[in-house]
């Protein structure tokens, strides 16, 4: 059911290339789009925008049509039910990591005109594409969808929102370029080596959470995978840790801790709560744990320890850890120090 105010953001330039697969089957669009309430002459507009119900519609029908879920990209046709066949095949994997791989390989056995590849540099994971034939009129909604998908897919396998730290295309920035920041978190970048998109590599070690009942229940309405917004981000807790942990200059306020996480501070707070956690409880226990770190093991003055910690200064310093240990930072070091 649609509902009663949908932000219409996909671009049209999406429904243009679904036409031409049609187009080049010889088939009638002309059904499809009326099903999915797109009119002729809205469909000639460059600038104009669908919803992702009009969306899911349009692709659908013209999959189970065309009997192409690449709807056109690739040289071989991926008959109705490929992605959901590489879906089982992943559904196994005892991680995200092994899911993801085994989804890329075995995407390169149905489809030889692309090869996915999960790689990880450090902290930081990345799903490319390596291109290997021209994919002519079609390249930006193949290269598009092909991550959605990936995306969609990985957020359901382990029910998590894994935002994104970048996506990347190896074109121009197109005319409607402002929508990419709807249909990926996190910047854009365009002009680079290839597409990607590149997230926390911690990801990769969550734990697959869905059986073959759920994956039965999913196959039957896949599509809304690639727009659907998980609420809960099952790293949250871990990655807003970490950043108060190593820039602790950087994150005094929910504001610029929020916009490290490309999140809004309100949805910053809402999601902590939903995993039962608030920011000033984290704040308190990753300063607390560097401050005593810095009390036990240096000699650092008390003022340099609450400027480490995160502190603005050294008295809300004291007065928070008296709060925390019933002494001052003095007292617990010269308690803890042994006496020579």
Same mark, same amino acid.
């Given at each position: 059911? *649609?509902?009663?105010?949908?932000?219409?953001? #996909?671009?049209?330039?999406?429904?243009?290339?679904?036409?031409?697969?049609?187009?080049? &089957?010889?088939?009638?669009?002309?059904?499809?789009?009326?099903?999915?309430?797109?009119?002729?002459?809205?469909?000639?507009?460059?600038?104009?925008?669908?919803?992702?119900?009009?969306?899911?519609?349009?692709?659908?029908?013209?999959?189970?049509? =065309?009997?192409?879920?690449?709807?056109?990209?690739?040289?071989?046709?991926?008959?109705? +039910?490929?992605?959901?066949?590489?879906?089982?095949?992943?559904?196994?994997?005892? #991680?995200?990591?092994?899911?993801?791989?085994?989804?890329?390989?075995?995407?390169?056995?149905?489809?030889?005109?692309?090869?996915? #590849?999960?790689?990880?540099?450090?902290?930081?994971?990345?799903?490319?594409?390596?291109?290997?034939?021209?994919? +002519?009129?079609?390249?930006?909604?193949?290269? *598009?969808?092909? =991550?959605?998908?990936?995306? +969609?897919?990985?957020?359901?396998?382990?029910?998590?929102?894994?935002?994104?730290?970048?996506?990347?295309?190896?074109?121009?920035?197109?005319?409607?370029?402002?929508?990419?920041?709807?249909?990926?978190?996190?910047?854009?970048?365009?002009?680079?080596?290839?597409?990607?998109?590149?997230?926390?590599?911690?990801?990769?070690?969550?734990?697959?959470?869905?059986?073959?009942?759920?994956?039965?229940?999913?196959?039957?309405?896949?599509?809304?995978?690639?727009?659907?917004?998980?609420?809960?981000?099952?790293?949250? *807790?871990?990655? *807003?840790?970490?950043?108060?942990?190593?820039?602790?200059?950087?994150?005094?306020? &929910?504001?610029?801790?929020?916009?490290?996480?490309?999140?809004?501070?309100?949805?910053?707070?809402?999601?902590?709560?939903?995993?039962?956690?608030?920011?000033?409880?984290?704040?308190?226990?990753?300063?607390?744990?560097?401050? #005593?770190?810095?009390? =036990?093991?240096?000699?650092?003055?008390?003022?340099?320890?609450?400027?480490?910690? +995160?502190?603005?200064?050294?008295?809300?310093?004291?007065?928070?850890?008296?709060?925390?240990?019933?002494?001052?930072?003095?007292?617990?070091?010269?308690?803890?120090?042994?006496?020579?």
């Amino acid at each position: 059911m *649609v509902s009663s105010a949908p932000i219409a953001a #996909t671009p049209m330039a999406f429904v243009q290339a679904i036409v031409a697969a049609y187009v080049r &089957a010889g088939r009638d669009p002309s059904a499809a789009l009326a099903q999915a309430q797109i009119a002729p002459a809205q469909l000639q507009q460059a600038d104009a925008r669908i919803t992702a119900w009009q969306m899911e519609r349009i692709s659908e029908l013209a999959m189970r049509e =065309l009997d192409d879920e690449a709807l056109g990209w690739f040289r071989r046709r991926l008959p109705w +039910g490929s992605y959901g066949m590489l879906a089982r095949a992943s559904l196994s994997a005892p #991680t995200l990591a092994l899911a993801i791989k085994r989804w890329c390989r075995h995407h390169g056995l149905i489809a030889e005109d692309i090869t996915l #590849t999960l790689q990880t540099s450090g902290s930081t994971a990345s799903i490319g594409i390596a291109e290997h034939r021209d994919l +002519g009129a079609l390249r930006e909604f193949c290269l *598009v969808s092909v =991550l959605r998908n990936i995306l +969609g897919l990985a957020c359901w396998l382990v029910d998590s929102r894994i935002p994104l730290l970048q996506a990347q295309f190896p074109f121009d920035a197109p005319p409607h370029a402002e929508a990419y920041s709807v249909l990926f978190s996190g910047p854009t970048r365009f002009g680079q080596a290839q597409a990607a998109i590149n997230f926390d590599a911690q990801y990769l070690q969550l734990p697959l959470r869905r059986d073959e009942k759920a994956m039965q229940q999913m196959l039957q309405h896949a599509l809304p995978l690639t727009v659907l917004q998980y609420r809960r981000d099952r790293l949250l *807790v871990q990655r *807003v840790r970490q950043l108060l942990s190593a820039q602790p200059q950087d994150t005094h306020g &929910a504001e610029a801790l929020a916009a490290l996480l490309h999140l809004s501070p309100r949805t910053l707070h809402r999601q902590l709560k939903e995993e039962g956690a608030t920011l000033q409880a984290l704040k308190d226990e990753v300063r607390q744990s560097r401050a #005593t770190e810095l009390l =036990l093991r240096t000699r650092r003055p008390i003022k340099q320890v609450a400027e480490a910690a +995160g502190f603005q200064n050294e008295k809300s310093f004291m007065r928070a850890f008296k709060g925390w240990t019933g002494q001052s930072p003095a007292e617990f070091r010269r308690q803890a120090t042994p006496q020579g």
